[in-house]
């Protein structure tokens, strides 16, 4: 069985298809520029055939207006390091969860000031009715101001105990 790990982030097998990954998994998220397209966990498959770098993303959000973005810094980046022909799909099945972000990530979204969905089956917050942690002072007294944020990934969050606004990336 394949852990979420695995599924999140299928690392090639091929040394050539390992460095190649590794240029794309630096590229970062515009909307989010703490994290890496890898600590997302939307960088899915990195495979060469003949000479073309293959790239597969999966976006949060099939509507994500970041995916143009990320797709022109994954290609920066590859032809920047001598890969001449790169294409980078979209792929939407299975679909995108804020499981296969990596811890690393999660932790990065709480310093930023951004509060991090606990995985889904962990009896997170949220689905124990707590409300969500407050990334500046840890409190769970906090409520939902708005479901869209800054971005549509993201809802808008107050901390009821130090009253500083903050955006949730919602569970998926």
Do not use: N
């Not at 032809?79 to 990596?102: C, I, N, Q």
């Not at 409190?139 to 130090?162: I, N, P």
């Amino acid at each position: 069985m394949l852990t979420t790990e695995a599924i999140a982030r299928p690392r090639p097998d091929t040394a050539a298809e390992l460095a190649a990954w590794e240029l794309a998994a630096t590229v970062v998220d515009p909307e989010v520029p703490v994290l890496t397209i890898e600590d997302l966990g939307v960088l899915r498959r990195v495979a060469i055939e003949g000479s073309t770098v293959l790239v597969e993303i999966t976006p949060t959000y099939s509507g994500c207006p970041a995916v143009d973005a990320m797709r022109d810094d994954i290609v920066t980046v590859l032809h920047d390091a001598g890969y001449e022909d790169v294409v980078v799909r979209s792929v939407l099945a299975p679909p995108w969860t804020t499981d296969w972000m990596s811890e690393a990530g999660a932790k990065k979204l709480r310093e930023y000031g951004i509060a991090a969905p606990a995985p889904r089956g962990t009896g997170g917050t949220v689905s124990l009715g707590l409300g969500i942690r407050c990334p500046h002072c840890g409190s769970l007294h906090t409520r939902e101001l708005s479901r869209f944020g800054s971005t549509s990934c993201k809802a808008l969050y107050v901390c009821q105990r130090c009253q500083e606004p903050f955006d949730y990336f919602k569970e998926h």
